[in-house]
């Protein structure tokens, strides 16, 4: 339910106990008998280990028991990593990853069985050997780790060696507010200790066994993970990482201004790339559309003429406060507007893309998914001698999709932070939460310099002051001409 609105709950299926396929001529998914797959995979040093989590009479395992059976796991996989790691071809090009799956498996029978353990669990723990201290290296270690000690087809729930820990979400059979409920309600009712914990503690030797899930590898696949593992390295050398944790105000002072929490942030991170660049950049912000069925999501284009001519105000000296308080407050409303019409599917994005989906080819998916090439991807459903739609080729169209800022709010007084990365190579990944008394930005790129995420995390840091700076001598301004 979102208030008192009915959501779809089709994806939620895919929370346990399922995997994305690599397949051709396109990914597919598979869902497991959560009754007859009763076990995790756990992922240490580059090895997999089933561990089952009820015992023989069907009976769950204990906190106790578990932390028993986790301890097997690290005393077998030792202190020396794979080096084959299979879960490096995840990591990926699909194709070259559909190619590595059909050759494991043509290769040796126990291959094909070795896979479905992996791809049957409950869920994936990655039991990772390093010991994050700050939030960026604990954030970069959830979003890719190095690309070894994983499996990204499904969802990964990540613990450090400090004791820190995390999740990272399989993003193509659900969206973020499927797997940040999970997360949000797990840490909420553990906190509450409302989960029962089960208080049995046997030893090992009575527990069910910690199995390692093994493979016999042909030459080809050893080779693309090789591969596999140097794209990976080298494309990630290409991205930096950034969080701003503000502290000075949060959702609780933003209300008191009578704005949405998540449209007076919206704003805040458009005026942090104004100040740096001088223009308001093409922006994406995700909106789900779960109210209908099998609903996902709608873009919300924040990008507006309000907001451009609000941020023109911030930096005019010549404005006052009440006029910036003034542009703040409808840019707001336009917003929220926007944000109306895309989760009620009146967005204009998914329109202008949904006609083409039923006749498109895996390539032209591919094609019309990256940046500035809508018209080769839609020019493969063009008839002989048909012409582009207009609309299609048009620079403004090509431009305004373009996005530069692709930013999403998933908000739990229970995270420390969460992110991925940007969709345009000159763009920024812009995961935010407006918590009750803080403000929380991660930011990823591949730019760098004057345009690098530290750079940007400072005009955020600036724009977050300076907004609510001018929102109190703003509102004060109009207390004191309303008394004239």
Known sequence: MARKTPLCMASYKYLFNATRLPTSPSDTARKYDPDTHNHIVVVRKNKFYEVPVVDEMGEWLSENELETMFKAVVEQAGEVADPQPVGALTAADRDVWTQARQQIISHAPTNAASLEKIESAIIIVSLDSTSPVTREEASWGLW??????????????????????????????????PTSRLNDWLLRSLDAKKIPLGDSSRPLSQLPSVTPITFILPPPVSGA?????????????????????????????????????DSYTQLVMALAY???KGEVAPTYESAQTRKYKLGRTEVIRSATVEAVEWC?????????????????????????????EAADGRGVDRHLFGPF????????FSLLLLPHSSTPGLKKLLKSGEKLPSLYADPTFAKSSNWVLSTSQLTSEFFDGWGYGEVVDEGYGLAYAVNARSLRFTITSMNRGKEGVRQFRQYLEEACTEVRDVMEKGLLAQAEKAKL
């Open 144 to 177: 890719v780790g190095d690309g070894k000690d994983r499996w990204f087809d499904k969802h990964q729930l990540i613990v450090y060696e400090n004791g820190k820990s995390g999740f990272n979400g399989e993003h193509s059979c659900m969206d973020g507010t």
């Open 357 to 364: 989906l039923s006749s498109l080819s895996s390539l032209s």
């Open 225 to 261: 993970i090789t591969t596999a593992i140097t794209t990976h390295e080298a494309l990630m050398a290409k991205h930096e990482l950034a969080v701003l944790q503000y502290d000075g105000y949060g959702k609780d002072a933003i209300k008191q201004f009578k704005l949405s929490p």
């Open 274 to 276: 104004y100040k740096m």
């Open 312 to 340: 023109k105000a911030m930096e005019d000296p010549e404005r006052t406060d009440l006029d910036r308080l003034l542009l703040l407050q409808k840019a707001g409303a336009a917003h929220i507007a926007l944000a109306h």
